[in-house]
Each structure stands twice: as structure tokens, then as C-alpha cells.
């Protein structure tokens, strides 16, 4: 059935089949920014948010109010939410922080869901006719079984090409190798994020990171987030303090 023709009032059942743990971005976003302002006594000016998202356009349409209300945001990532931006990146973004504020970082792949159930497609504002989500993603399952190239043109994709070929036992053994995509996606971005961090000096006095895996759904019902991780970091020390009371 095309999606066009589904007409529904509330996508949540649709997403929740598929991520159970899901809820909407934006409510989720608003706990965050509340949980730091109430729990951490920072303003909005005092905040600096970094990216680590897919610069593919749904996620600029849908992105939550409440993160607005900081300062930034410092984009770190390309193609699917990987920090391309690197060391340099990380590093400027650390050297920009207020002397008596602090960073959050906000980071993780994406993935449409379409309103008749259907993962890793989505119908974009002004289209009438279903697209992949992430795109990207896409394009990086369909070439797993191509030999690896080089292309400076093209050296985000041809990395995330890389990150599949190197799980592809993984991705075919998955009953669902979109959602296995994005949760390759997401150990990568994580795991290249904190060894980021790990290289970098903040200023300021907390790192407040938030991480998961962003459905993006047709523009009326906005996105959703299967959150994986909710942690506070002492920017000095990059010990784990605690987490976010955003529950």
C-alpha cells in the first residue's frame, strides 16, 4: 500500500513495532535541556551544543525547538551522524566552550519509518513517492558486496561503504538489515566520538552526551529517538559522574 494512502492520526504503534523504547524527539530533547537548566543551575547561553547527526534535510526540519535554545550548534558529523569533522572538529568545538559552561553533545544515525510500517523508507515533505532514510545507509547495503574503492569525491560514503563490508556476516544474518545498519552506525559513532573526547581538552565543566538512534517519520508526526546513551562527563577529568534525570 503506498504510504500516500495511509492515512493515521498517531504513528507511535507504527514506530514502537519496530523500537519499542521509542518516544518523540522533541519530548525528549525538552527533559534534556530542562534536566541540565534545573539539575546542573546552567543557562542556555552557558551551553554549547555539538551535532554528531546525518546532514540529510529531515533531520534539519525536525529538529527540536528546545535545542535551540542553546548555543551552536557546532555540526561534527556527515554522511548517517559519523564525526568526520575528526580531531580538528572536536577540537575547535572544546576550545569554543564558556569559561563557566559547558557541552552537550547530541549524535547518532537515523532512519525513516513509514506510516504503513515499513523501516528504512520515507515520504519527504513536498513527494508523494517513498525515499530511503537514511539514503546513505542505503546506498552503502547495496554496494556490501562490491570490492572497496577509494573516491576523494566521495570519501564519506565510500567509509561508510567500509563500516558495512566489515559486518557484513552481521548485516546478513539480520532479519532486518536496515535496523542492523543503523545499529552498526550508532557503535561506530560512539565509538569514534569518545575517542575524540578522550584526545581532546574542554573547557568548562561538564560534558552532558546524549546518544541514539533518530526515526524520522512523515514530517506531520516529526521524529522519534531509541536512546542508548544519557551520560555527564567532568570535562577536565572525562570521568562519568552521572546521568541526566530526563527519565
Known sequence: MPEETAQIDDITPVVKQFYPDAVPLESLMHRVVQSIFNEYDYTPNQILLANSICSDDINSLEYPAEARQMLGPFELGGLNGFPFTGLTGMSAFASHVPDDGAVMIF??????????????????????????????????????????????????????????????????????????AAEIFYEANEKRLMELIHKTDFTGNHIFLIGGIIINCRQKFGSYISLRKNSVLEAQSLKITGRLGIN
Open 107 to 180: 549524535y547518532g544515525p537515523h532512519i525513516g519509518v513509514t506510516n504503513h510500517g515499513k523501516a528504512g523508507k520515507l515520504t519527504r515533505p513536498g513527494q508523494n513517492k517513498e525515499s530511503s532514510c537514511c539514503g546513505a545507509a542505503a546506498l552503502a547495503l547495496s554496494r556490501i558486496n562490491e570490492p572497496a574503492k577509494s573516491d576523494e569525491l566521495d570519501y564519506q560514503q565510500i567509509y561508510l561503504q567500509k563500516l558495512m563490508k566489515d559486518n557484513k556476516p552481521r548485516i546478513l544474518s539480520a532479519g532486518m538489515p536496515e535496523m542492523e
